[in-house]
């Protein structure tokens, strides 16, 4: 059986790299896409890893090359999920983690509709703007960018079958990974164990 695709969007500095970190620790088969990007990596950033880190021109070719599942420009810079590497994680059965801003979030719902969908919302403006300001990865120019752009992607929330609010970071990541455990009972995604348990049944002699 096939993994889920599982979509996780929120304005910047909503939480998700946060929260994506916590439920990779307690859900088991997952795995996560790393995006290619031409955005220059911040301290610690690891090549492969947090990113892809691409010129221009290697990003263009990768969309010439129709290597994208989907791809955006998203606060200045150009930002793409490999078809390739999605496909082979839910080849392998484990649910793949797109981390991707709301215009690539609803280009994959569009093409893929059982894709689940998860949008992360911060408590309020104030507390978002504290949080980007506290992480300190931006310059003053980038901060403004990120907190003007948050205001239309929080107005598409309701694209999303799911909303976390993240307030308590623990009780945040704990409803986003009973999301993840829950769309995995669904009775569609679960047709060939179900068979072969009902198989058993059919074979006993009792
Ligand atoms: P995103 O990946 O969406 O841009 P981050 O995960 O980097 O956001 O979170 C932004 C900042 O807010 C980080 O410094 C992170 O440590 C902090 N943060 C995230 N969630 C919470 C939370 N629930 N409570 C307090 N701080 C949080
Ligand atoms: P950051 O620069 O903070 O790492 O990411 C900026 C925004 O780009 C975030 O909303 C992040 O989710 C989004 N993003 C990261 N990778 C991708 C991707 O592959 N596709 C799209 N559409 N957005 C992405």
């Known amino acids: 059986m096939k993994g889920n695709l599982i979509i996780i969007s929120s ?27 031409t955005r220059a990596p911040r301290f610690g950033e ?24 989907e791809y955006a420009e998203v606060h200045g810079n150009l930002y793409g999920t490999s078809r390739a ?12 983690i797109l981390e991707i801003d709301v215009q690539g979030a609803e ?8 894709a689940v969908s998860i949008f992360i919302l911060p408590p309020s403006f104030e507390t978002l703007r504290a949080r980007l300001v506290a992480r ?15 205001h239309y992607e929080v107005s598409r929330y309701a694209r999303f079958k799911y909303v976390i609010v ?3 970071l623990s009780v945040a990541a704990s409803r986003l990974s009973s999301v993840i455990v829950a769309e995995r009972q669904l009775l569609d995604r679960q047709v060939d164990s179900i068979r072969s348990i009902l198989d058993s049944f059919e074979r006993s002699d009792a």
């Open 136 to 150: 300190a990865t931006e310059s003053n120019d980038d901060l403004d960018i990120r907190l003007k752009n948050s």
């Open 11 to 37: 304005p910047s500095g909503g939480g998700k790299g946060t929260l994506i970190k916590e439920i990779l620790e307690r859900v088991p088969s997952l795995g996560y896409s790393v995006s290619l990007t």
């Open 46 to 69: 690891e090549n492969g890893r947090h990113y892809h880190f691409v010129t221009k021109e290697e990003f263009q070719k990768e969309i010439d090359d129709g290597g994208f599942l």
């Open 166 to 168: 993240n307030d308590e």
């Open 107 to 114: 280009a994959v719902m569009d093409k893929i509709p059982n």
């Open 85 to 96: 590497q999605t496909e082979r994680i839910t080849a392998e059965g484990r649910d793949v």
